[in-house]
């Protein structure tokens, strides 16, 4: 079956403008987590969605939110970029939660100027 | 807090040799411990569970929840076992990565 999808795989946005990157889990799939991978902060875990709610949140501003739709697709959002916010974000899905084995995306690589 | 530690960056060693990659972690409770490898251009993938307690590719890891240790061992590396390994905790799903370690095999 199909992996897990990301789009877009790469964007560059400016200082204060906002993005949404978009993840489809593994067909069956019902958990999404999401991460931001650095060079200086490593894998951070951002949040998780199961059944279109929020399950899990990480250690990040508010500027990060998202959403994951009835068919287990999921959208995150980010608002106000700072240059900090340049990364590689990830998305995981797995059948019922971030407890068990995850299967990750290319991910969608982000850079702020 | 949780907190995952893996204390070596990088690690190298020939093929043949035996490779262990270290985790520590602090946590109270009772944890999911992962380990999870990343070839070159390839997506994150899980190597393998400690729950599972099986061993994929010739790796295994043991949980000492005295010494709070998950480390990860291969008896004989080889070449193609070279990648950034993570070790992971999760807690009822919010989940926690090591900074990684690099294994490099050398022929």
């Known amino acids: 079956k199909a992996g897990v999808t990301q789009t877009p795989r790469y964007l560059i946005k400016t200082r204060g403008q906002q993005v949404t990157l978009s993840c489809s889990p593994i067909?069956?799939?019902?958990?999404v987590s999401w991460y931001q991978q650095t060079p200086g902060q490593g894998l951070q875990f951002l949040f998780e969605?199961?059944?279109?709610?929020?399950?899990n949140k990480g250690n990040f501003p508010g500027r990060f939110s998202g959403r994951q739709f009835s068919n287990s697709r999921s959208e995150m959002n980010v608002s106000t970029l700072e240059l900090g916010d340049s990364a590689l974000y990830l998305c995981?899905?797995?059948?019922?939660?971030?407890?068990?084995?995850?299967?990750f995306g290319d991910g969608t690589r982000l850079s702020i100027l | 807090a949780q907190r995952v530690t893996q204390p070596e960056k990088l690690l190298s060693v020939f093929k043949g040799a035996p490779v262990e990659l270290k985790c520590n972690y602090s946590?109270?409770?009772?944890?999911?411990l992962f380990w999870y490898v990343q070839y070159s251009r390839q997506r994150l993938q899980l190597l393998l569970r400690?729950?599972s307690r099986e061993s994929i590719k010739g790796f295994t890891a043991d949980l000492n929840k005295g010494e709070t240790s998950f480390h990860l061992k291969k008896p004989f590396a080889q070449e193609e076992d070279s990648a950034m390994y993570y070790c992971?905790?999760?807690?009822?799903?919010?989940?926690?990565f090591g900074a990684g370690t690099r294994l490099t095999v050398k022929p």
């Open positions: 067909s069956g799939h019902r958990s």
């Open positions: 992971a905790l999760s807690e009822l799903g919010d989940m926690r």
């Open positions: 969605y199961f059944s279109e709610t929020q399950r």
């Open positions: 946590y109270s409770g009772s944890p999911e």
């Open positions: 400690h729950i």
């Open positions: 995981a899905s797995s059948f019922d939660g971030a407890d068990q084995p995850q299967h």
